[in-house]
C-alpha cells in the first residue's frame, strides 16, 4: 500500500511542478548606449572642437574615424586607435592616440590628418573652394582597432561636425584692380582693419578660405592668385613682381585697412614676453602681421634698447631713434627703406647695422656713424664706386656684407674673382667682407716668414 501512495506522489510532482509559480527574474546592469559629442557641433574651422566618447566598457579599445567630402565627392578620412579609461570614456584632448593616423595626445588629430580615401587619387588637399557653405566632417566611433585602409569594425556611434569658413556680416569683394585679380574679405564695422594679403600654396586659381577665416578674425584681407585665374599666367612659371607691388599698394591705400603701428608692436611685445619695453635691452618687432610701415614717436620709449629689430615689416624711411641713446645693433632688413637718412640720432653708440634687403642705392650721410664696425647691406641697389667709397669714412668698419649689390655682382662676373681685392682696397681697413676673413699681402708675407 505504501508503495503504490510513494509512486502516485512521484507521478503527481511533474504537474505540480508545472502549475507552480517560476522565480523572480533578477535584472541583469545594463551598460548605457555609447555616444560621441562633439563641441561645437557647428563653429569656425580654425576653432578647436572637444571630442568625448562615454558608454563604452572599461579599457574597451575603439577606433575613432573622421570622414569628409570636398565639393567634387572626393572622399577624405582619418583614424585613430584609443582605449577607454576605467569609467569607459574618453576625451581626445587628454586621451592619447595608439595607433592609426597619429600617436600621441591630438585633440584635431583627426582634422589635421585626414587624407584621401584608399580609392581616391592620392595626394589631393581638402581645400574648401566655397566659403559660404560648411565642410561636413562625420565622426564615427567603431568597435577595436582598424588599420589606416582596412574595414574597420561595426559602428557603435556617430556625430557629425559643421566646419564654417566665414562668420555673419564678413564682406567679400571681388577685385579687378588694374592688373589685380582676387577677393577682399572685410570684418564687419567701419574699420580700418590691419591688412593681410594672402597667396595660397603651388596650385594656382583663387582660394579665399584662409581670408575669409581672417576677416573673422578682425583682418581686411585680400586673397590673391598669381596664376591659373582669369587673365593671369596659365602655369608657375614666371611672374611679374610688379603685380604684386600693386596689390600692395592696392591694400595699403583701402580705406578699410591698416598697419601695425609701434604702439601695437610694442604691447604685443610685451604680453609675449611679460616685460615693459621701456625696460628691456634687446626688443623684437620683426615680421608683424601686418607689417609696420611708419617708426613712429613710440619708439621713443625703448630708452635702455641696446638691440632693435625690425626686419620683415614695410618700413620706408629711418626715423625717430632719438631717444634710443643706449642702441648698438639695429636690424632693418626686408624692408622698403631707400636712404640712410635718421641714422644721425644714433651715431655715437651704434655698432652694428643690419639693414639686408632694401632699396639703398647711394650711402650719402653714412660717414657720422663712427663707432660703427658691422654693416650687412646684402642685396641693395649701390652700384658705383663712388658710393662704395664712402664706407671708407668708417674708422672702425671691419666687418662688410655687401653681396648682391649691382656693383659687387657686374664686378664679379667682370673680373672674375677680383672684387674682393678691389673692394679691401677701397676700404682698407676691412677685416671680412662677404663673410670671408680679409687676408692682406704683408699678412701673406709675415705668415711666409
Known amino acids: ?35 560621441v559629442a562633439v563641441s561645437p557641433a557647428a563653429g569656425l574651422a580654425d576653432e578647436r572642437v572637444e571630442t568625448r566618447v562615454a558608454g563604452l566598457g572599461p579599457g574597451q579599445p575603439v577606433t575613432l574615424r573622421a570622414v569628409a567630402a570636398d565639393e567634387r565627392g572626393c572622399l577624405f578620412q582619418s583614424c585613430a586607435h584609443y582605449r577607454a579609461d576605467g569609467r569607459g570614456e574618453l576625451h581626445l ?5 595608439h595607433g592609426g593616423d597619429y600617436t600621441g595626445v591630438e585633440p584635431m588629430g583627426l582634422f589635421w590628418s585626414l587624407a584621401p580615401a584608399g580609392m581616391e587619387k592620392p595626394y589631393q588637399r581638402l581645400v574648401p573652394r566655397s566659403t559660404g557653405t560648411p565642410m561636413k566632417v562625420e565622426m564615427l566611433v567603431h568597435e577595436g582597432h582598424s588599420q589606416p585602409g582596412a574595414i574597420p569594425g561595426p559602428v557603435v556611434a556617430k556625430a557629425e561636425v559643421e566646419r564654417w569658413f566665414t562668420a555673419p556680416g564678413v564682406r567679400r569683394i571681388r577685385l579687378k584692380e588694374g592688373g589685380v585679380r582676387g577677393s577682399l574679405f572685410l570684418p564687419p564695422g567701419d574699420g580700418p582693419f590691419p591688412g ?3 597667396m595660397y600654396g603651388d596650385e594656382g586659381g583663387l582660394i579665399e578660405f584662409r581670408s575669409s577665416l581672417l576677416a573673422t578674425r578682425g583682418f581686411a584681407a585680400l586673397s590673391l592668385p598669381y596664376f591659373d585665374f582669369e587673365d593671369l599666367p596659365k602655369v608657375m612659371k614666371e611672374f611679374k613682381l610688379e603685380y604684386f607691388e ?7 591705400r583701402h580705406p578699410k585697412a591698416k598697419a601695425t603701428t609701434i604702439r601695437e608692436a610694442l604691447a604685443k611685445w610685451e604680453t609675449k614676453n611679460g616685460q615693459k619695453a621701456s625696460e628691456a635691452k634687446e626688443v623684437k618687432l620683426y615680421g608683424q602681421v601686418p607689417p609696420v610701415e611708419t617708426m613712429d614717436e613710440s619708439l621713443s620709449t625703448l630708452v635702455n634698447c641696446e638691440k632693435l629689430s625690425l626686419s620683415t615689416n614695410r618700413i620706408e624711411r629711418i626715423a625717430n631713434l632719438n631717444s634710443l641713446k643706449n642702441l648698438k645693433i ?33 650711402l650719402r650721410g653714412i660717414r657720422v656713424m663712427k663707432k660703427l664696425k658691422v654693416l650687412y647691406m646684402s642685396n641693395n641697389l649701390v652700384k658705383d664706386w663712388a658710393e662704395f667709397v664712402r664706407l671708407a669714412e668708417l674708422p672702425l668698419l671691419e666687418d662688410l656684407v655687401f653681396t648682391g649689390n649691382p656693383l659687387q655682382e657686374k664686378y664679379t662676373s667682370d673680373q672674375k674673382n677680383s672684387w ?6 677701397r676700404v682698407p681697413k676691412l677685416k671680412k667682407l662677404d663673410g670671408i676673413p680679409v687676408i692682406k699681402k704683408e699678412d701673406e708675407e709675415e705668415g711666409a716668414n
Not at 18 to 28: D, F, H, K, N, T
Not at 93 to 97: I, V
Open 420 to 425: 674682393i681685392e678691389e673692394a679691401t682696397k
Open 196 to 198: 593681410v594679403i594672402d
Open 93 to 97: 584632448g587628454t586621451d592619447a592616440s
Open 1 to 35: 500500500m505504501w508503495r503504490a501512495v510513494a509512486a502516485a506522489a512521484a507521478a503527481s510532482a511533474p504537474a505540480r511542478a508545472l502549475c507552480r509559480a517560476p522565480p523572480p527574474l533578477q535584472p541583469s546592469p545594463r551598460r548605457r548606449a555609447v555616444s
Open 330 to 362: 639695429l636690424s632693418l632688413g626686408r624692408n622698403n627703406i631707400k636712404n640712410l637718412n635718421g641714422l644721425e640720432a644714433v651715431a655715437d653708440t651704434l655698432e652694428e647695422l643690419w639693414i639686408s634687403y632694401n632699396f639703398i642705392e647711394k
Open 246 to 252: 600693386e596689390a600692395a599698394r592696392f591694400l595699403q
